[in-house]
């Protein structure tokens, strides 16, 4: 679901994304209390790995899954991007569309996860997912809608933090075993798809931010044949 009306696709000029969130609320709240901890989670800029891999590309429709703050959706707008932004944190969200505002640009807003968001299948030039936090399902379920978003002749772009899939934090802190990482995606990906990347490499650093302090990327850049 979106915060569509009929008087046309809302854009950042919506104050507020309205609270038709569409989701596990459990992962809302958790979510919303992550960002409401600090006034800025993130850097406020794009992800390198994004500004490096959009460089090439002709601007068209893309979908930013888990846009948080929305420095990647914002950064797309005002490159031309048609951008659809989605994510789970009303209190991300309010940051992101207050961004957007400052700088400008539209960026249709999406309250939701990225599943039960059932977005119009093939319906992104790009997909960009930069450190999803998507929860893994025994059906793929996060893996198959970040694939089913991408138009034929379009891309999807997954960037993690590397190590990230192996590092447990003990004492109930984070679970590797419960998310989606970019292997897991990057196993789905078959004849129609064509790996034009999918590497390890340094991080262009971002100025300061939570999560700062990773120096590596996991990029899979696929481009969906058919
Ligand atoms: C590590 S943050 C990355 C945020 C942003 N992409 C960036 O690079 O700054 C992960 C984001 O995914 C969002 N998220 C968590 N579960 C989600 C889901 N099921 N669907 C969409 N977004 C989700 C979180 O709220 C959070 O903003």
């Known amino acids: 679901m979106t915060d569509d009306t009929a008087a046309g696709p809302p854009t950042s000029e919506t104050p507020t994304p309205p609270d038709g969130y569409v989701g596990d609320p ?7 209390a992550t960002y409401a901890d600090r006034e800025q989670m993130w850097s406020g800029g794009p992800n390198g790995a994004l500004v490096a891999e959009v460089a090439g590309l002709a601007p068209g429709r893309v979908l930013d899954v888990g846009c ?19 994510e789970v944190s009303g209190v991300a969200l309010e940051r992101a569309a207050a961004h957007a505002r400052d700088a400008g640009v539209a960026v ?3 309250h939701a996860g990225l599943v039960e968001a059932h977005l119009a299948p093939a319906s992104f030039d790009l997909v960009s997912a930069q450190y999803p936090a998507l929860l893994r399902t025994p059906d793929a379920a996060a893996e198959r809608a970040l694939l089913a978003a991408v138009a034929p002749g379009g891309v999807l772009l997954l960037v993690h933090h590397a190590g990230m899939d192996t590092h447990e934090v003990p ?52 481009r969906r044949l058919r």
């Open 68 to 86: 948080g703050e929305g420095a990647d959706a914002v950064w797309l707008a005002g490159r031309g991007w048609d951008v659809t932004a989605l």
């Open 108 to 110: 249709r807003w999406v």
């Open 171 to 222: 004492d109930g802190g984070f679970d590797p075993a419960d998310y989606v990482w970019p292997s897991m995606v990057a196993a789905l990906l078959d004849d129609d798809w064509d790996v034009e990347t999918d590497e390890q490499r340094p991080r262009p650093a971002p100025e300061g931010g939570a999560g700062a302090h990773h120096t590596h990327d996991v990029v899979v850049r696929a």
């Open 26 to 32: 459990d992962v809302r709240a958790e979510w919303d």
